[in-house]
């Protein structure tokens, strides 16, 4: 139970409520102070204990059920999950995995410039539509093969980038460079057919089978710092997950 679990809020901090509670229950997990299969208080206690509102409380659990970290069963309520406590929550590029793997990456970089913003990306990474952010479009090798376009938008002002950085280094390994703390993302996968313009950069026919990405990534403030959206030859590229029972 999570009755002797303390928690340290400053309300005077620009940092999400939600985002101090869920922070400092993960570093609970982290240390042990909570083992895995302990059962947290219910949302109500919980909220009571905090002086939170329920919403605040059932927003921060949820974040770190999406972390893997939690989990909700019925009848049982919410535990911390099995095994899961030391799985490494750092984030990585393509870029990096190739280069781990020995792919030899690559990148050309197509556009790197301001770029006035629209509605659904500046609601993202909450800046006003139509504010110049940065564009980024990206086209990456591997083992001397075309296998992605990478499409990202960034806050303005977050890290000088330049065209010769980003061909010899990931973007994520530039973020951290310049002291960007990225602590968490949400990603969605997707599948769709190869447009003109991605078939020709790809090397692929028209209509041929693309895996999408969708990411954004949040610091450890919990303010989005860059948003994805990348296509993946599916002849040349596959994710693997591992899926935790409910």
């Known amino acids: 139970m999570t009755a002797n679990l303390a928690i340290d809020l400053d309300r005077s901090s620009p940092v999400p409520l939600y985002f101090q509670v869920a922070e400092q229950i993960a570093e609970a997990i982290r240390r042990g102070d909570l083992a895995p299969g302990s059962r947290l ?16 409380i059932r927003q921060a659990i949820q974040y770190l059920v ?46 790197l410039e301001p770029r006035a913003v629209e509605e ?6 909450g800046v006003q539509a139509g ?3 940065l564009y980024l479009e990206r086209l ?9 376009v990478l499409h990202n938008w960034l806050p303005v002002g977050l890290a000088a980038l ?23 993302a949400n990603q969605r996968i997707g599948a769709r ?9 790809l090397e692929e026919r028209r209509g041929a089978p693309l895996l999408t990405m969708v990411r954004t990534t949040y610091d450890d403030q919990g303010r989005a710092v860059e948003h994805g959206s990348h296509v993946y030859r599916a002849s040349h590229y596959s994710l693997e997950v591992t899926l935790i029972e409910r």
């Not at 208080?41 to 605040?56: C, Q, V």
């Not at 659904?120 to 990474?125: D, N, R």
């Open 41 to 56: 208080d219910n949302e109500i206690l919980l909220a009571d204990k905090l002086g939170l509102s329920r919403p605040t």
């Open 66 to 111: 999406d972390k893997g970290l939690l989990v909700r069963k019925r009848g049982v309520g919410t535990q911390v999950v099995h095994g899961q406590v030391k799985r490494s929550v750092e984030l990585t590029s393509l870029y990096d995995d190739l280069r781990r793997a020995g792919q030899e990456p690559a990148t050309q970089v197509l556009t």
């Open 120 to 125: 659904e990306v500046a609601g993202i990474l």
């Open 131 to 133: 504010s110049e952010v």
């Open 140 to 148: 990456r090798f591997a083992a001397g093969e075309p296998l992605a």
């Open 162 to 184: 330049t065209a010769a950085d980003l061909e010899s280094r990931g973007l994520y390994e530039l973020l951290r460079s310049a002291g960007v703390r990225m602590r968490v």
């Open 193 to 201: 057919a190869a447009t003109q313009a991605e078939a020709r950069l």
